[in-house]
């Protein structure tokens, strides 16, 4: 018989970290972090990670597991969650895997394809002919060794550009073909999906933009300043592809103020939140709920109650 664990999926700012902490104050819970920034150490203001006596009260798995040189792949991140998952279930508890890391989710309930692992130097080496050449140019590469990855992604997306022509080059393989043979998901895990949707958008907006404003208050941008002296860490890193911390970067590499920094911040994680809004209304079987509703703990619980107890 399957056992049963919940995704508790949505939006940055949304309120997915506090609404974890209280179901695990009604269900016997452990949360599993599904948020490809939050596994980095000293990235803890731009993450909105919670802070020490949180993590105390409520651990959260999957939270400062890798350093920020470290690259850290959905299919890490698969085999990380079944690894936890099944020590949780062996305590007699539920998983509740709580995050915004979409692909993450994707990976862990379709399954993933078993990729190459990251290649630190080729991609270096990538990104700088991407330099000379500029993102579209390395499109038209892929393109010509990959048009069904092509086709998926645009000529301005450099991390999937990158990625697609890292498998490529250290395979000899193109992506599409090792999606195409995607490994199976487990059979055994019964997923309950809740999805987090605040309405109208204006008010994430709103959050957003207060959440921001209360990072860069709190010293987001001295966080930036002190990851930028570790090395081996550049701008190109993937850890440094978190929304804010580009931009912050580029604000303290001289190349713009730190007004436009922030400006570029906070329309990136607009952007973001709309990307997983959209992969959200494409789930199907999910809970939706809006976390400012006065009852909505209420009612998340109720649904899962049907299910879990």
Same mark, same amino acid.
């Given at each position: 018989m399957p056992q049963t664990a919940i995704l508790l999926m949505g939006p940055t700012?949304?309120?997915?970290?506090?609404?974890?902490? $209280? *179901?695990?104050?009604r269900f016997p819970c452990d949360v599993i972090s599904v948020d490809s920034a939050l596994v980095y150490r000293g990235m803890d203001i731009g993450t909105a990670k919670p802070d020490a006596e949180t993590l105390a009260r409520t651990p959260h798995r999957l939270?400062? &597991?890798?350093?920020?040189?470290? =690259?850290?792949?959905?299919?890490?991140?698969?085999?990380?969650?079944?690894?936890?998952? @099944?020590?949780?279930?062996a305590a007699g508890r539920i998983p509740l895997l709580a995050g915004g890391t979409m692909m993450y989710f994707r990976a862990l309930?379709?399954? &993933?394809?078993? *990729?190459? #692992?990251?290649? @630190?130097?080729?991609?270096r080496a990538i990104d700088t002919e991407a330099a000379e050449r500029g993102w579209p140019a390395m499109h038209e590469d892929l393109q010509a060794v990959d048009p069904g990855a092509a086709q998926r992604i645009k000529p301005n997306d450099r991390q999937r550009i990158?990625?697609?022509?890292?498998?490529?080059?250290? =395979? +000899?393989?193109?992506? =599409?073909?090792?999606?195409r043979d995607s490994a199976p998901m487990r059979d055994d895990i019964l997923y309950l999906k809740i999805g987090l949707n605040i309405e109208p958008r204006s008010i994430l907006h709103e959050r957003i933009a207060k959440r921001?404003?209360?990072?860069?208050?709190? +010293?987001?941008v001295e966080e930036v300043a002190r990851l930028r002296e570790r090395a081996g860490?550049? #701008?190109?890193?993937? #850890?440094?592809?978190?929304? +804010?911390?580009r931009q912050f970067w580029e604000y303290l590499d001289g190349r713009c103020s730190l007004e436009e920094a922030r400006n570029k911040a906070l329309y990136a994680t607009r952007q973001l939140a709309?990307?997983? &809004?959209?992969?959200?209304?494409?789930?199907?079987?999910? %809970? *939706?709920?809006?976390?400012?509703?006065?009852?909505?703990? +209420?009612?998340? =619980?109720? %649904? *899962? #109650?049907? $299910?879990?107890?």
């Open positions: 700012a949304s309120g997915k970290t506090e609404l974890a902490i $209280s *179901l695990c104050k939270v400062d &597991i890798r350093d920020p040189e470290d =690259s850290y792949s959905a299919g890490e991140f698969v085999r990380d969650a079944y690894r936890e998952m @099944d020590e949780i279930f309930t379709a399954g &993933i394809a078993e *990729l190459p #692992a990251a290649d @630190d130097e080729l991609r990158q990625r697609a022509l890292e498998v490529y080059r250290a =395979s +000899g393989r193109p992506l =599409s073909e090792w999606q921001l404003n209360l990072m860069v208050d709190g +010293g987001f860490l550049t #701008a190109a890193s993937p #850890a440094m592809r978190s929304v +804010g911390y709309k990307r997983q &809004i959209t992969w959200l209304r494409s789930e199907t079987e999910v %809970f *939706l709920a809006n976390p400012l509703e006065a009852d909505a703990i +209420g009612a998340i =619980s109720r %649904f *899962l #109650a049907k $299910s879990v107890c």
